[in-house]
């Protein structure tokens, strides 16, 4: 059974940093584009960022370009996103996902090119 499950969440000032994690098993995904998602209180799933299998190419939401960093180490088959410089807006819950398909990266930013999802980590910015 494949499971992604992400940690690291919690409240966190304006200015403020946090560093998610998602950890998968189940299988490897270490020739699988990973992406982050997040989703505010009757808003839409909305892309943060992508990263290519081995860890090559990065893409960002116009949003967090430049505070956030997404990175992974494929031998602990995880996945990770730092995010600095946080905002009240980034106030979500922070879902990590992954397609079925190997070295897949086409359309990175939609929900629909993902296969399987995590339950999601919860991010509080105070301003």
């Known amino acids: 059974q494949v499971q992604l499950v992400e940690s690291g969440g919690g409240l966190v000032q304006a200015g403020g940093s946090l560093r998610l994690s998602c950890a998968a098993s189940?299988?490897?995904?270490?020739?699988?584009?990973m992406g982050w998602f997040r989703q505010a209180p009757g808003k839409e799933r909305e892309f943060v960022a992508a990263?290519?299998?081995?860890?090559?190419?990065?893409y960002y939401a116009d949003s967090v370009k430049g505070r956030f960093t997404c990175s992974r180490d494929n031998a602990k088959n995880t996945v990770y996103l730092q995010m600095d410089s946080l905002k009240p807006e980034d106030t979500a819950v922070y879902i990590c996902a992954a397609p079925a398909r190997e070295y897949y990266t086409v359309n990175l930013n939609s929900p629909a090119t993902y296969n399987y999802w995590g339950q999601g980590t919860q991010v509080t910015v105070s301003s």
């Open positions: 990263i290519t299998w081995n860890g090559g190419n990065t």
């Open positions: 189940g299988r490897t995904f270490s020739r699988h584009l």
